[in-house]
């Protein structure tokens, strides 16, 4: 009996077989997957002018095509070219044009060398220049003078004391006194001021009795001579001036420093430099004075000289004769 080929089978078309190879597969969902995107990039609106638009929608097409690389040696291979472009024109920008292809040889060839040589080029970059003094062969300066105590050339003797006056500059800088190495009064001590600056030492240890500022421009002389009326055999006076020592200086103050050593307390004036070491007892004038006379000719300063510096070695008194 013949079957019955009717029914709901009589107009069924044959099918055709489904691909199976799986490049395939991959390759069609990678070109549906681009057209995709492609129309969904251009059925954006655009918010900006007509001409921006199709500039930009014509770049992303080329773009687009360029993103849905197929997976496997293709994509190595440009990401290699790239890779290799990019440090051409790197080279080039450096300035190692003539040399660009040799290295990218290198690259492909010995990948590790290049690595290296790549890491070495970073370096040389970022490393710090030498600076033209650096380069410059060594000087042999002259070595400096050695300084000793209060910035004295050379060294007192035994049983000497080494000491350094300065006078005030004008009424801008200071006086200073420095006895073995030690500074007595100055600006950073905060203890000096307008007028005369006196500090007392014991002439037999160099230790330090007092040290005070007596202002003679507005001062009370009564207080200077306070100070010095009542002084012991052998003590030791230094003496710097700042701005004015003179103005209210009175008869029984030159006398007192005239009977200390002094040669020019007699004569001090207004606004000159003066600077003395002395001593309570002396039999004969001291050696360690100056003086300088204010004078519109010969003022180093508007209105004021210029500063004396003094320095030397006073000897110590012996402990019979104090």
Known sequence: MTPNLGGPYSCAKKRAPQETDPSKLMAEALEFGKEEWDKSQMKKPCKE?????????????????????????????????????????G???LGTHGSSF?????????????????????????SVQPSPEASR???????????????????????????????????????????EDKMLMSSV????????????????NGELLEARSFDMWAGDVNDLLKFIRPLHEG?????ASYDDPATKMNDETRKIFSELGSTNAKELAFRDSWVFVGAKGVQDKSPFEQHVKNSKNTNKYE????????????????????
């Open 49 to 89: 002018s007509i001409a921006k638009c199709s500039s930009k929608r014509a770049f992303l097409l080329p773009l687009s095509s360029s993103l849905w690389i197929s997976p496997g040696p293709l994509r190595i291979v440009v990401l290699i070219l790239t890779a290799g472009l990019t440090w051409i024109l």
């Open 91 to 93: 080279s080039i920008l």
């Open 102 to 126: 040799s290295r990218l040889q290198q690259l492909f060839s010995s990948p590790e060398n290049a690595v290296t040589t790549v890491a070495e080029r970073a370096f040389s970059l970022w």
């Open 137 to 179: 062969p060594a000087r042999h300066d002259k070595p400096r003078a050695r300084k000793y105590k209060c910035g004295l050339p050379q060294p007192c003797p035994e049983q000497h004391l080494a000491f350094r006056v300065v006078s005030g500059a004008a009424n801008v800088i200071g006086p200073k006194i420095c006895l």
């Open 189 to 204: 001590k905060d203890n000096v001021g307008r007028g005369l600056n006196i500090a007392l030492v014991n002439g037999v």
């Open 235 to 239: 003590t030791l006076v230094f003496v």
């Open 303 to 322: 209105g004021w000289p210029e500063a004396l510096e003094l320095e030397g070695c006073i000897p110590q008194r012996t402990v019979g004769t104090q």
